[in-house]
């Protein structure tokens, strides 16, 4: 059963960083793309970023790029997002999701870590 378990979380001051982490279990991820979504409190969902097990590609929500990066460690099977220069609207649930490379869809979601960043 594959299993997403996300840390990292917490309460920053605008300007500062954290690093996420999804620890990722269950199987092998090997053509799985890893991603990285947000919600805000009464906002839908948003994509943040994805990178591929295998290859390490990256994409990412075009306003972030530049603030945050994705990476993975394949030997852990943990995925990263390091968020930087963070400012208030980043504040979010973050979700890490896993699904097949082409499907289009992710089918395992971790249960969330907040991110509060205070002004």
């Known amino acids: 059963q594959v299993q997403l378990v996300e840390s990292g979380g917490g309460l920053v001051q605008a300007g500062g960083s954290l690093r996420l982490s999804c620890a990722a279990s269950g199987r092998t991820f090997s053509g799985y793309t890893m991603g990285w979504f947000r919600q805000a409190p009464g906002k839908e969902r948003e994509f943040v970023a994805a990178?591929?097990?295998?290859?390490?590609?990256?994409v990412y929500a075009g306003s972030l790029k530049g603030r945050f990066t994705i990476s993975r460690d394949n030997a852990k099977n943990t995925v990263y997002l390091a968020m930087n220069s963070l400012k208030p609207e980043d504040t979010a649930t973050y979700y890490c999701a896993t699904g097949v490379i082409g499907s289009g869809s992710y089918n395992y979601w971790g249960q969330g870590t907040q991110v509060t960043v205070s002004s």
């Open positions: 990178i591929t097990w295998s290859g390490g590609s990256t």
